[in-house]
């Protein structure tokens, strides 16, 4: 269980947890995640070079001065439909050259597509799958690392087809991760579990949620994910709290001290 020590010793948290505190307060914010124990946080405010309005470095130094580290970043460009048809697709790719430039330069090891529209045929999906590839070798070259977070939607079939199986086995391994956000895979009816020993090794960050603060619903089978994380691959936990029965800054604590109250074992 070494992996899983070493993991929940050190627990990442995605922005957009505090989106309306951020809004409202960001240097505030960022200090305050620090001071609930945080190590690391996960971005959701990307945008034309920017993070949160700050240039790349700013952001680095915010969260940095507040004891953390920029873990990660949810940004993405959907494909047109001219790219779509054409399967070419250099136009958006000149806008992730800016965006894993400006990634690097806030300090971040990982850039992840945090969504993307259902596409109604095979032909389409497997465009994204080699955009995604693409994409991947271009953060790899840059020291980066891509990869795709899920919702509940993805566990659907296309052509006969389940849409996140073949996202899975149509992008290369060593060029697209996935950060399997369990609380959405259990919301689509799958099992966590058992898609790390489906796919072992795919699944490089795991967000950690619930319906709200994390063990509310127990919906959620977080002992048996945290039992078999060697297996998915994980090398980072990332908490998201979306809803909330208290203030966001109160819920991101109590999910916080949920897991290192909850699991010893693991700590």
């Not at 959620?220 to 297996?231: H, L, M, P």
Request: aromatic content about 14%; proline content about 3%.
């Amino acid at each position: 269980m070494e992996n899983i020590i070493l993991l929940v010793a050190g627990i990442s948290l995605q922005l957009y947890s505090l989106r309306a505190d951020i809004a409202q307060n960001y240097d505030v914010t960022i200090i305050k995640t620090g001071e609930i124990g945080y190590t690391s946080v996960e971005a959701a405010g990307y945008n034309n070079g920017t993070f949160y309005g700050r240039a790349p470095a700013q952001f680095k130094s915010d969260v940095e001065s507040a004891g953390m580290y920029v873990l990660s970043s949810h940004t993405t460009k959907a494909l047109s439909q001219e790219e779509l048809q054409s399967k070419v697709f250099s136009e958006s790719l000149i806008w992730w050259d800016e965006a894993i430039q400006a990634h690097k330069e806030a300090g971040a090891t990982y850039i992840v597509a945090p969504s993307m529209t259902v596409p109604t045929t095979l032909s389409d999906l497997q465009t994204y799958c080699d955009y995604y590839n693409e994409i991947g070798r271009r953060c790899k070259e840059q020291g980066l690392s891509f990869g795709y977070h899920n919702h509940s939607f993805e566990f659907v079939e296309i052509e006969g087809t389940m849409m996140y199986d073949y996202l899975i086995q149509h992008t290369n391994p060593d060029l697209v991760f996935f950060q399997m956000d369990v609380y959405w895979t259990v919301m689509g009816k799958q099992s966590p579990v058992d898609y790390f020993h489906k796919y072992p090794g795919r699944f490089e960050l795991l967000h950690i949620k619930d319906n709200k603060e994390l063990g509310q619903s127990g919906m959620v089978g977080f002992d048996a994910i945290f039992r078999n994380i060697d297996v998915a691959g994980a090398k980072y936990l990332i908490v998201e709290v979306e809803q909330y029965n208290f203030t966001p800054l109160e819920s991101v604590k109590m999910s916080l001290d949920y897991l290192t109250t909850s699991f010893p074992d693991y700590n």
